[in-house]
């Protein structure tokens, strides 16, 4: 089995929409998918021998946030490469949390595999909401003083200690 991660190319949107069985979703789920895949700055496709099997996404709520909210979507491609997929979502969530330290989103009631997997890329569960459990993952405190201080919100890494 050959796994593969590749950020999506704008290019090809109608082409990975299609390949995602997007007809299959409820309007609902289609319209929440729509809402997160063109609010998100930044998008990957993970492939299980060259077929879509899942794409997740982040949205930073303003152009200056240090915050994004992680969105996933999967499908039955993902099944029996699970491992994998886990392993490369590792490194991906380190590249997203170069760029926002602190990610956050909800998973849904009962999706105790989502829930395992965002437990095992460092995410704390809050307390569950009406629909879905909210969670956040963060960078380590070094990571968040370097990008606070990178991006001008303060001199530099050392005197942001203060101000996080």
Known sequence: MRVRIDELNWDRV????????????????RSTFDRCLFS???????????????????????????????WLWTNENVKGNEFLFIRHSQRAVEKM???FPILYGHVAFGAEGSKRWLRFLGARFGEPGDKAIPF???????????????RGFCKNATSCASDI
């Open 136 to 150: 956040q993952i963060r960078a380590q405190i070094d990571k968040i003083k370097s990008v606070v201080a990178t």
């Open 97 to 99: 949390l170069e760029l």
């Open 40 to 70: 998100a700055s930044h998008v990957w496709l993970g492939f299980a021998d060259d077929e879509l099997a899942c794409i997740w996404g982040v949205c930073p709520p303003s152009i200056l946030s240090d915050q994004a909210y992680l």
């Open 14 to 29: 109608a082409s990975t929409i299609a390949q995602l069985g997007y007809a299959n979703l409820t309007e609902f789920e």
